[in-house]
């Protein structure tokens, strides 16, 4: 029972370049969300999505882009990376609305 | 303004010891309060989900209380062990929208031989 699998664990970019982070669920739950954890703050919602085709924008949505083709399957894009987006990124998802939330094991982002 | 604060930052006991974190909120309006295990280098692992309604509840060695009069809740770990030593973040969700939820910066745990 792999859960949320996130990939890569940990990456270095550098200013500019463009990468997804892949995240993968095999719980068939319909939402699913990626945070930033970043030290001395709690976690912050980026995107989520409440099913396949539906995406939406989080409290700190910008230089990433999301996409949901698949109930399983939802990347975040980095567009084009800035060294404040050196963070730990975490994938999220959840059975319905207000209900527990399993979490990938994160990724490791450090941008120079 | 939304906002989870728990107490202390960081707290060390030794093993065998009970132990109690704080989380106070300032959320509206409430939906559930979650408290969470971070082991370093790892994911948030789910301890319990309390409603309004739900006083206490536990899971294993843990104990978490709400007061949603007072706005408070506690996490109690009895007879800690050594893999105890963790963060634990109080999580707050809303009904606004798709399930908002506010994070506290955690009690980091150490439990020492």
């Known amino acids: 029972n792999a859960g949320v699998t996130q990939t890569p664990k940990f990456q270095v970019l550098k200013t500019g370049q463009s990468m997804t982070l892949q995240c993968a669920q095999d719980?068939?739950?319909?939402?699913m969300s990626w945070y930033r954890q970043d030290p001395g703050m709690g976690l912050r919602l980026i995107h989520y999505?409440?099913?396949?085709?539906?995406?939406d924008q989080g409290e700190v949505p910008n230089g990433y882009n999301v996409s949901r083709s698949t109930t399983e399957d939802f990347p975040l894009r980095l567009l084009s990376a800035a060294p404040s987006q050196t963070s730990v990124y975490f994938c999220?998802?959840?059975?319905?609305?207000?209900?527990?939330?399993?979490f990938g094991q994160g990724t490791r982002l450090t941008v120079v | 303004k939304n906002q989870v604060e728990q107490s202390p930052q960081s707290l060390i006991i030794l093993e065998g010891k009970n132990c109690t974190l704080q989380?106070?909120?300032?959320?509206?309006?409430?939906?559930?309060l979650r408290w969470y295990k971070q082991d370093t280098g790892r994911g948030p692992v789910s301890l319990t989900i309390m409603t309004f309604s739900e006083n206490t509840k536990s899971n294993g060695r843990y104990t978490a209380t709400l007061d949603a009069d007072t706005k408070q809740s506690s996490l109690h770990i009895t007879a800690s062990q050594l893999s105890d030593s963790a963060s634990y973040i109080c999580?707050?969700?809303?009904?606004?929208?798709?399930?908002?939820?506010?994070f506290g910066t955690g009690t980091r745990l150490l439990v020492s031989p």
């Open positions: 999505s409440v099913g396949a085709g539906i995406t």
């Open positions: 999220a998802s959840n059975p319905g609305i207000n209900t527990e939330a399993f």
């Open positions: 719980m068939n739950h319909e939402y």
């Open positions: 999580v707050v969700s809303t009904t606004l929208g798709f399930q908002k939820l506010v």
């Open positions: 989380c106070n909120y300032t959320v509206s309006p409430f939906s559930n």
